[in-house]
Structures are given as structure tokens and as C-alpha cells.
């Protein structure tokens, strides 16, 4: 008899969470659920979303995210502990639009007991890229249009004060001061993007995670992957990508924090074969931030950082 050990851990994990859901449901409303001394206990996906949280916040409640520096959202499967975490929460915030592909239906069993949210609920549809090669699913990475997070900030500090009253002025004042923070982000990111010449405006990178940021700032954006680090590519998508990067004469393409380097370094090569010079231009931060204490471990820091990578070596 064949065992399939990843099936026997995907159901045991399943049989887990049930049993959480089920004490969660007989102890504690979601209104209940705060620490000894009161404060809200608040579990975030990714460490965007936490800096949105901790910004509004500040110290006045527990903010954890479950994937860090370097974690890609879109494979990430949830360890026992993060169910734990999940459960002891007082709210929930995830991105949405599947970014977390596969925590899907914990948040859906989850929602039915406690607030989870997705910060991208708020964003007008006609505001976000249906992308046609994912079956018209709509690009996750909004993180990458300032002008979009500060909406998904906004309705993170909508959300929170609804559910903590008592704060809930403290939380407006925080949320005025970080949303004048995204403008002025906003800004220096447009004004950055025109130090690189109008026909050198094109980044290659591993995956398609940056047509918001192409979008907003007028940057052409090519990639290997699709929006999904799950989506397949062969050697024709590596052939097609060496031809565009030759043809367009680009002097530098980058590779990803959360997302191996090996397969942006097979265009390199396939450049270099063709006659073709491309260096690797740096390092982006994609779909995780930095290290904590870093430049790029706060949002801000993170999307000024690319965005100083990106000039630096396209221009």
C-alpha cells in the first residue's frame, strides 16, 4: 500500500484547524479574543500588511505577521503554529485576490468565527489589473502602487477603529500621519523614475509581480513568470525573454528576494550566448519586505530601496 505522507499532513493539518474552530466556538467570541491586559492581539499575512497595522496602532496592541523577509505568499502553507496564532486572534488581515493561494479556505472557515479581512475588499475593481493569462484573475501585488496601499491602509484604520472604539481617535490621528507618508512616497517614486531615460523605462524581473508599479510610475514591465510564482514556465518563455532583452539592447535585469535565482540567471546566460551583456542590476523585494531593523524592512523603506535599485541601474 502507497502512503501519501503529504496528503495524511494536509488532512491532519485540516483536523487541527477543526479542532481549534470548534473550541474557538465554544470559549470565545472574536470580540473576546485580547491579551491579559486587554490589548488586541492582530495576525497579518505579510509584512506589508503589518507595517499598515503597526503604523495605525503603534504599541497599542500585539501585531504579528505569519511569513517573513524572504517568504513567498503565493506557496506558503500554514504550520500548525500559525493555526494557533490565527485562532488566539482578536482580527485578521490578508491581502486577498489569492496572494495567499493556499490559506484560502482556512480563512474561510476562520471568517466564521472571528473578523478576517482582506485589505484589498476596499479597492475599486475598475482600480486593479485583470490579468487575461490567469484566467482573469486579478493581480494581487497592489503594494506596488503606493496610491492602491494607501486605499488598502485606509480600510485597514476603517476596520480597526469599528472594532476598538475606545482607540479608535488615537488610530485616525496615526492613519493621518502614515497616509501623508504614502503621498509624499507616491511622489519621490514618480519623480525617481524619470532619472532613467525614456527608452531605457524597461525592467526585467523573475516574476510579473511589478505591472502596478509599471503602471503607476510609466515603467515598462517584462517577466519570466506570470503573476503567480505557482504559474509554469519552459524554454521557450527563457528564449523569448533573451530575444526581447537583445533586441531592446536592456543593461540590466533583477532578480527577486522571494524568488530563486537561478531562473532569471538562465536569461543572463542565454543573453550572454547571443552576444548580448546583461548584468544582474540588484536585488528587489517583491513579495516579501526586508530583514526587520533594515531599510527595506518597513514598507516605505522597502519601495524606496527598489526603487533607488531600479534607477540605479537602467539609467
Known amino acids: 500500500m502507497i502512503v501519501n505522507k503529504a496528503a495524511i499532513k494536509s488532512l491532519a493539518s485540516l483536523l487541527f484547524l477543526s479542532i481549534l474552530l470548534m473550541y474557538a466556538s465554544c470559549s470565545r467570541t472574536a470580540g473576546e479574543m485580547a491579551n491579559s491586559d486587554g490589548r488586541m492581539n492582530i495576525v497579518t499575512t505579510t509584512g506589508m500588511i503589518e507595517d499598515i497595522v503597526k503604523n495605525i496602532v503603534q504599541d497599542s496592541a500585539d501585531v504579528i505577521s505569519l511569513m517573513g523577509p524572504g517568504v513567498d505568499p503565493h506557496l506558503y502553507k500554514a504550520t500548525q503554529g500559525d493555526l494557533k496564532r490565527l485562532k488566539d486572534a482578536s482580527l485578521i488581515f490578508y491581502n486577498g485576490l489569492h496572494l495567499e493561494g493556499k490559506l484560502g479556505d482556512i480563512f474561510k472557515n476562520l471568517g466564521k468565527i472571528k473578523l478576517v479581512m482582506a485589505v484589498s475588499d476596499d479597492i475599486p475593481r475598475e482600480r486593479l489589473i485583470n490579468n487575461t493569462t490567469m484566467g482573469g484573475q486579478y493581480d494581487p501585488h497592489i503594494w506596488f502602487d503606493v496610491s492602491l496601499w494607501k486605499e488598502a491602509a485606509t480600510y485597514v484604520s476603517q476596520s480597526l477603529i469599528k472594532n476598538d472604539s475606545i482607540?479608535?481617535?488615537?488610530?485616525?490621528?496615526?492613519?493621518?500621519?502614515?497616509?501623508?507618508?504614502?503621498?509624499?512616497?507616491?511622489?519621490?517614486?514618480?519623480?525617481?523614475?524619470?532619472?532613467?531615460?525614456?527608452?531605457?523605462?524597461?525592467?526585467?524581473?523573475?516574476?510579473?509581480?511589478?505591472?502596478?508599479?509599471?503602471?503607476?510610475?510609466?515603467?515598462?514591465?517584462?517577466?519570466?513568470?506570470?503573476?503567480?510564482?505557482?504559474?509554469?514556465?519552459?524554454?521557450?518563455?527563457?528564449?523569448?525573454?533573451?530575444?526581447?532583452?537583445?533586441?531592446?539592447?536592456?543593461?540590466?535585469?533583477?532578480?527577486?528576494?522571494?524568488?530563486?535565482?537561478?531562473?532569471?540567471?538562465?536569461?543572463?546566460?542565454?543573453?550572454?550566448?547571443?552576444?548580448?551583456?546583461?548584468?544582474?542590476?540588484?536585488t528587489l523585494y517583491s513579495d516579501a519586505m526586508g530583514n526587520k531593523g533594515t531599510p527595506a524592512g518597513s514598507y516605505i523603506g522597502m519601495v524606496r530601496t527598489n526603487v533607488n535599485t531600479i534607477v540605479n541601474a537602467l539609467k
Open 167 to 282: 482607540n479608535g481617535p488615537y488610530y485616525a490621528q496615526n492613519t493621518a500621519t502614515y497616509l501623508l507618508k504614502l503621498d509624499s512616497l507616491h511622489a519621490y517614486v514618480k519623480q525617481k523614475i524619470t532619472e532613467i531615460p525614456q527608452d531605457q523605462r524597461i525592467m526585467v524581473t523573475a516574476h510579473d509581480a511589478f505591472e502596478y508599479f509599471g503602471q503607476a510610475y510609466n515603467i515598462r514591465v517584462e517577466a519570466l513568470q506570470g503573476i503567480s510564482t505557482m504559474s509554469e514556465f519552459g524554454s521557450r518563455d527563457v528564449v523569448d525573454l533573451v530575444n526581447f532583452i537583445t533586441e531592446k539592447k536592456i543593461k540590466a535585469v533583477f532578480v527577486e528576494s522571494s524568488v530563486p535565482e537561478k531562473y532569471i540567471r538562465s536569461v543572463v546566460e542565454g543573453c550572454r550566448k547571443k552576444g548580448h551583456e546583461v548584468i544582474i542590476g540588484g
